[in-house]
């Protein structure tokens, strides 16, 4: 009787906790979107989403000609369940590198000081999440019925299991979030590897099993769920995620930041020795610095793209070559947005800055994330093999080596007026890209990307 | 000569006018101290100047360089000691006074002198292998004040110098500014501390609301202040 008029009492301070929670963030958005629409803008807004909506679904029948995209995906859904059962999981994984999956904020801790078991109150923010899915993945389900031709017991079927996967990925996710950045990367390598076995073999035992493997994982940690919990490393993730509104943050021009986080470098003795006296060794810290705060976001990114190159490697040639065009212009663009914050980023801004040393730097920061794009290559050349492989891997190890140079000198050329790039080297590189895409199709292009990386060297001279 | 020139600069953010039209000339050796309200726009120039904030319009030049056309030679002119240290958690004391040094292309010779000096007159002897969480607020300012007095430079800004300092190294400080002045570098402080001016600065600018309020020869501003006081 006690516990339950506690769970009772602690269900309401929870919902009232929600509710002005819920309150507050409306009262900003409402701040928000008065900064941002007047009555005119508003009103024009709308009319030109009518009139797109009118063009493209409508008038422009796009649905007919994407219902081939949904025939086909339905057919990829049905045939490849299994793998779908090993691969949706990852994205969870993905997440949980900078979030534990469960919104437990200071705020929620704080309900547990009170006579609230944290227990219920972790299974109160575990149930708010599971219904927020069910909710999405119901509105998704609707859409794709009303909008597309794909079959009612097919998508029951997949919002059935997308939400049974995010119940049972629940504690997984918190956990995870625990681990230390080695644990998380090898766990994510083994569900890759898990994943590519799923795709090779069409399975449904690797699919049973896993399945089967979670539910027994859930079992057991369950009781030991709060066991070796990092709690202000929960809460600090859970408000940023929570108050770090996005379009808030830059309506208000206001960043929310996380709490710092220590290095494991710093208690080791070598890394309090001062520096040698030049500025590679102290700006190489510097990086090192940089990319450690980050890394989770840079593991993101880097996850995201191999994963799309292992699913891509086994669909199709061209579509592969398009996905290393693509992983190379993204992972790129990806390094260069961090040549820019870090010039702008703590102690840094307030310092001169020797831009062609943070540059030479970087670059060689970069290569080290990159290399592990080698491993789905590896397989497409397992599959491919011919005499063009070589040629071929020249120009992807070319092209992102330009592209790279390239977009960081256009950066340092942003500050330094007197060195301008040759607007031929960019024509060149991006054309390195055309012809890797259609490489398989025509191999000869390849020819002309060699004779090309050849005189690269010679236009990159500047002006 | 003049070091620092500040023509008519506009700053904004969210839609609000930090800083109106601000116009002032700084020579070389002269010490200028901004003053005003709190609020008044003093950090927000110093930070206008750095460029940590964009400025809408008007011009910032050191010596013969423009912050807009040459932003990396700019830098290098300019010295910031901020009101609040910005020193990295990761980074030793030590570590911290290379990084400013190597970033002005200090000679090592000459970083080894002047740093052993500043250290002992600072009394960071024992703190070089420490990281700023393990020093008091006030060791950190100090850390912070060495950092920005390491290089050679024509032009200093200087944010509250004296917050957190106790009276021996307010007496240094004091007596290593004095010696940057002497050896040409012209110095743009804030400080609430009145007492203060008198001993360091030669003119002022009172800045309200963002706006130049006034400005001349120090001696002036006494007499402005006692005028305020006794209205």
């Known amino acids: 009787m006690k516990r339950s008029l506690g769970g009772v009492s602690m269900i309401k301070t929870h919902l009232f906790l929600m509710k002005n929670r819920a309150?507050?963030?409306?009262?900003?958005?409402?701040?928000?979107?008065?900064?941002?629409?007047?009555?005119?803008?508003?009103?024009?807004?709308?009319?030109?989403?009518?009139?797109?909506?009118?063009?493209?679904?409508?008038?422009?029948?796009?649905?007919?000609?994407?219902?081939?995209?949904?025939?086909?995906?339905?057919?990829?859904?049905?045939?490849?369940?299994?793998?779908?059962?090993?691969?949706?999981?990852?994205?969870?994984?993905?997440?949980?590198?900078?979030?534990?999956?469960?919104?437990?904020?200071?705020?929620?801790?704080?309900?547990?000081?009170?006579?609230?078991?944290?227990?219920?109150?972790?299974?109160?923010?575990?149930?708010?999440?599971?219904?927020?899915?069910?909710?999405?993945?119901?509105?998704?389900?609707?859409?794709?019925?009303?909008?597309?031709?794909?079959?009612?017991?097919?998508?029951?079927?997949?919002?059935?299991?997308?939400?049974?996967?995010?119940?049972?990925?629940?504690?997984?996710?918190?956990?995870?979030?625990?681990?230390?950045?080695?644990?998380?990367?090898?766990?994510?390598?083994?569900?890759?590897?898990?994943?590519?076995?799923?795709?090779?073999?069409?399975?449904?035992?690797?699919?049973?099993?896993?399945?089967?493997?979670?539910?027994?994982?859930?079992?057991?940690?369950?009781?030991?769920?709060?066991?070796?919990?990092?709690?202000?490393?929960?809460?600090?993730?859970?408000?940023?995620?929570?108050?770090?509104?996005?379009?808030?943050?830059?309506?208000?021009?206001?960043?929310?930041?996380?709490?710092?986080?220590?290095?494991?470098?710093?208690?080791?003795?070598?890394?309090?020795?001062?520096?040698?006296?030049?500025?590679?060794?102290?700006?190489?810290?510097?990086?090192?610095?940089?990319?450690?705060?980050?890394?989770?976001?840079?593991?993101?990114?880097?996850?995201?793209?191999?994963?799309?190159?292992?699913?891509?490697?086994?669909?199709?040639?061209?579509?592969?070559?398009?996905?290393?065009?693509?992983?190379?212009?993204?992972?790129?663009?990806?390094?260069?947005?961090?040549?820019?914050?870090?010039?702008?980023?703590?102690?840094?801004?307030?310092?001169?800055?020797?831009?062609?040393?943070?540059?030479?730097?970087?670059?060689?920061?970069?290569?080290?994330?990159?290399?592990?794009?080698?491993?789905?290559?590896?397989?497409?050349?397992?599959?491919h093999l011919s005499f063009w492989l070589l040629p071929q891997f020249i120009i992807i190890m070319f092209t992102f080596r330009f592209l790279i140079k390239m977009k960081l000198e256009k950066v340092i050329q942003a500050f330094d007026d007197t060195q301008k790039l040759r607007e031929w080297v960019e024509f060149l590189v991006y054309g390195l890209l055309l012809i890797l895409i259609f490489s398989n199709m025509y191999p000869l292009l390849l020819i002309l990307g060699c004779f090309i990386i050849g005189v690269i060297p010679f236009f990159q001279g500047r002006r | 000569m003049v070091s620092l020139q500040v023509d008519q600069v506009t700053t904004i953010l969210d839609d609000k006018e930090l800083i109106k039209e601000v116009?002032?000339?700084?020579?070389?050796?002269?010490?200028?101290?901004?003053?005003?309200?709190?609020?008044?726009?003093?950090?927000?120039?110093?930070?206008?100047?750095?460029?940590?904030?964009?400025?809408?319009?008007?011009t910032i030049t050191i010596q013969q360089y423009d912050q807009d056309e040459q932003f990396l030679s700019f830098k290098k002119h300019l010295s910031y000691l901020p009101e609040e240290p910005i020193l990295l958690t990761e980074l030793t004391v030590m570590q911290h006074f290379q990084l400013y040094a190597m970033s002005y292309d200090m000679d090592e010779v000459l970083f080894n002198q002047r740093l052993d000096r500043f250290v002992k007159g600072f009394e960071l002897t024992t703190k070089l292998q420490a990281y700023p969480e393990e020093l008091s607020k006030g060791m950190r300012q100090k850390v912070q004040t060495i950092c920005a007095l390491l290089p050679d430079v024509p032009v200093l800004l200087i944010d509250e110098p004296f917050m957190g300092l106790d009276i021996y190294a307010v007496d240094y400080l004091l007596k290593l500014v004095k010696e940057k002045v002497e050896q040409g570098t012209s110095i743009l402080l804030t400080t609430h501390q009145l007492n203060q001016l008198q001993t360091l600065a030669d003119r002022f600018l009172l800045l309200e609301h963002g706006q130049v309020k006034d400005e001349g020869a120090i001696e002036q501003f006494e007499t402005i202040t006692r005028g305020r006081f006794h209205d």
């Open chain 1, 23 to 383: 309150r507050k963030k409306w009262k900003l958005n409402k701040q928000v979107f008065h900064l941002t629409f007047d009555f005119t803008t508003l009103i024009y807004s709308l009319f030109i989403i009518g009139y797109m909506f009118i063009a493209i679904f409508l008038d422009g029948n796009m649905l007919k000609q994407i219902d081939e995209l949904f025939i086909g995906v339905e057919a990829f859904s049905k045939d490849r369940f299994w793998f779908i059962v090993t691969a949706f999981p990852v994205f969870h994984l993905l997440r949980a590198y900078q979030q534990p999956g469960v919104l437990f904020t200071t705020a929620e801790y704080l309900l547990t000081s009170l006579p609230n078991p944290r227990a219920y109150v972790w299974l109160a923010v575990a149930i708010k999440r599971w219904i927020r899915a069910l909710i999405i993945y119901l509105i998704a389900g609707t859409s794709l019925y009303l909008f597309s031709p794909t079959s009612f017991p097919l998508i029951v079927t997949y919002v059935c299991l997308m939400l049974f996967l995010n119940v049972l990925m629940t504690i997984p996710e918190w956990k995870f979030f625990q681990l230390h950045i080695w644990g998380k990367m090898g766990i994510t390598l083994f569900f890759i590897i898990l994943n590519i076995l799923s795709f090779i073999i069409p399975s449904f035992w690797i699919g049973i099993s896993f399945l089967t493997l979670l539910i027994i994982y859930n079992i057991r940690t369950a009781p030991k769920l709060f066991k070796g919990i990092d709690w202000n490393k929960v809460t600090a993730a859970c408000d940023f995620k929570l108050w770090n509104m996005v379009i808030v943050s830059h309506a208000s021009k206001v960043k929310f930041k996380k709490e710092r986080q220590y290095s494991v470098w710093q208690r080791l003795s070598f890394w309090k020795k001062p520096f040698p006296y030049e500025k590679k060794a102290v700006y190489h810290r510097l990086w090192h610095l940089y990319i450690e705060k980050n890394i989770s976001f840079v593991l993101q990114i880097v996850g995201a793209l191999l994963l799309m190159l292992f699913v891509f490697v086994f669909i199709k040639d061209t579509l592969f070559l398009f996905a290393i065009a693509l992983t190379i212009h993204i992972y790129t663009n990806l390094i260069v947005s961090m040549f820019r914050d870090r010039l702008v980023t703590d102690i840094v801004e307030a310092l001169p800055w020797d831009l062609n040393v943070f540059k030479q730097t970087l670059l060689k920061w970069s290569v080290i994330p990159s290399l592990i794009f080698i491993f789905p290559y590896a397989i497409f050349a397992y599959y």
């Open chain 2, 23 to 58: 116009s002032f000339t700084l020579r070389e050796g002269e010490v200028l101290a901004l003053v005003g309200h709190n609020g008044a726009g003093k950090s927000t120039l110093m930070k206008t100047i750095m460029r940590m904030l964009e400025k809408r319009k008007g």
